[in-house]
């Protein structure tokens, strides 16, 4: 026998299927997000994008000669690397090596006199002991231990000439020898040749800069915080950096912001200039891990994160 749903029943079963699709619906979905999501999504966003460019802490170094001369030596070349010390190039010095050739001379002559007249005062003590003896017994008159007297007397002030000559001959020494070095130009640090700007016979002006050095200082980031975004950074912040303008999306270690300056500036990495002066203040990086693909002066963008 066939048995007709009535119309409760009908309605029985159109309940309990809406109850079984809204258990698979949004809202289960939902719960089944982790409640931390939503704050790491939270603390990953950036509170403030900055223009910023790659920079050696210090700058790169304008090395300049003491004097003025003409190059007689260029000993380095662009893109070498170079110790602290190292000669970079020298000046022509025929003139004051002369002179140094002649005053260690000098020095030497005055060192041969100075040890000449010491080795006669032994002697010339011992012959004043004799003759004192000898006068005590009656063998030899006073004029005679007055006359060794003199003699050494008179020797150890020759002795004491000739020690300040030595002394005058070695400081004149010391004052080319000076001089000298002033005629070569030294790295003071270990770096890389970036620039030359001289070479064998160019003369050269005292002061002014004939080649740039980049020392091998660790790079920073210097980026220009907008005034409207300045209270949103702190110092020991983190950000990461990216390549800006070369279309590579090139990704640096992350960077902590090391100090924050305490004055507002003009930018001057603004996007349009048409604006006109834009004030910002000046932000320092440090980056986490030293940048092996990074260049001084590349700019780059600055994301600042909580």
Same mark, same amino acid.
Request: hydrophobic content about 40%.
């Given at each position: 026998?066939?048995?007709?749903? /009535?119309?409760?029943?009908?309605?029985?079963?159109?309940?309990?299927?809406?109850?079984?699709?809204?258990?698979?619906?949004?809202?289960?979905?939902?719960?089944?997000?982790?409640?931390?999501?939503?704050?790491?999504?939270?603390?990953?966003? %950036?509170?403030?994008?900055?223009?910023?460019?790659?920079?050696?802490?210090?700058?790169?170094?304008?090395?300049?000669?003491? !004097?003025?001369?003409?190059?007689?030596?260029? @000993?380095?070349?662009?893109?070498?690397?170079?110790?602290?010390?190292?000669?970079?190039?020298?000046?022509?010095?025929? %003139?004051?090596?002369?002179? @140094?050739?002649?005053?260690?001379?000098?020095?030497?002559?005055?060192?041969?006199?100075?040890?000449?007249?010491?080795?006669?005062?032994?002697?010339?003590?011992?012959?004043?002991?004799?003759?004192?003896?000898?006068?005590?017994?009656?063998?030899?008159?006073?004029?005679?231990?007055?006359?060794?007297?003199? /003699?050494?007397?008179?020797?150890?002030?020759?002795?004491?000439?000739?020690?300040?000559?030595?002394?005058?001959?070695?400081?004149?020494?010391?004052?080319?020898?000076?001089?000298?070095?002033?005629?070569?130009?030294?790295?003071?640090?270990?770096? /890389?040749?970036?620039?030359? !700007?001289?070479?064998?016979?160019?003369?050269?002006?005292?002061?002014?800069?004939?080649?740039?050095?980049?020392?091998?200082?660790?790079?920073?980031?210097?980026?220009?915080?907008?005034?409207?975004?300045?209270?949103?950074?702190?110092?020991?912040?983190?950000?990461?950096?990216?390549?800006?303008?070369?279309?590579?999306?090139?990704?640096?270690?992350?960077?902590?912001?090391?100090?924050?300056?305490?004055?507002?500036?003009?930018?001057?990495?603004?996007?349009? !200039?048409?604006?006109?002066?834009?004030?910002?203040?000046?932000?320092?990086?440090?980056?986490?891990?030293?940048?092996?693909?990074?260049?001084?002066?590349?700019?780059?963008?600055?994301?600042?994160?909580?």
């Amino acid at each position: 026998m066939n048995f007709l749903p /009535t119309r409760g029943s009908a309605l029985l079963a159109i309940a309990l299927t809406a109850v079984v699709i809204a258990g698979c619906g949004p809202s289960q979905k939902a719960a089944s997000v982790p409640p931390s999501a939503t704050g790491q999504a939270k603390s990953n966003a %950036a509170v403030a994008i900055a223009r910023g460019k790659i920079e050696v802490e210090g700058g790169l170094l304008d090395i300049s000669p003491e !004097t003025g001369g003409v190059v007689g030596q260029l @000993l380095i070349k662009e893109g070498q690397t170079v110790e602290k010390g190292q000669v970079l190039l020298r000046l022509k010095d025929d %003139a004051a090596r002369a002179d @140094l050739a002649v005053a260690e001379s000098e020095w030497q002559l005055a060192q041969t006199r100075q040890k000449s007249r010491a080795a006669r005062l032994p002697s010339l003590k011992q012959a004043l002991n004799r003759w004192q003896a000898a006068a005590k017994q009656g063998a030899a008159d006073l004029q005679s231990v007055d006359e060794a007297a003199r /003699t050494l007397q008179e020797a150890q002030a020759e002795l004491d000439i000739a020690t300040a000559e030595v002394a005058v001959s070695q400081r004149k020494v010391e004052q080319l020898r000076a001089l000298q070095k002033r005629h070569e130009l030294r790295t003071p640090e270990a770096a /890389t040749v970036v620039r030359v !700007t001289t070479h064998v016979g160019s003369t050269l002006q005292p002061g002014v800069s004939v080649m740039n050095l980049l020392p091998n200082r660790p790079f920073i980031v210097r980026a220009e915080v907008n005034e409207s975004f300045v209270s949103a950074i702190k110092e020991g912040m983190h950000a990461s950096v990216v390549a800006d303008g070369d279309g590579s999306n090139l990704q640096f270690p992350k960077a902590t912001v090391q100090r924050i300056s305490p004055i507002y500036g003009a930018a001057r990495l603004q996007d349009d !200039t048409q604006k006109g002066p834009v004030r910002i203040i000046e932000c320092v990086l440090v980056f986490d891990q030293p940048p092996a693909n990074a260049k001084v002066g590349q700019n780059v963008r600055v994301s600042f994160h909580e």
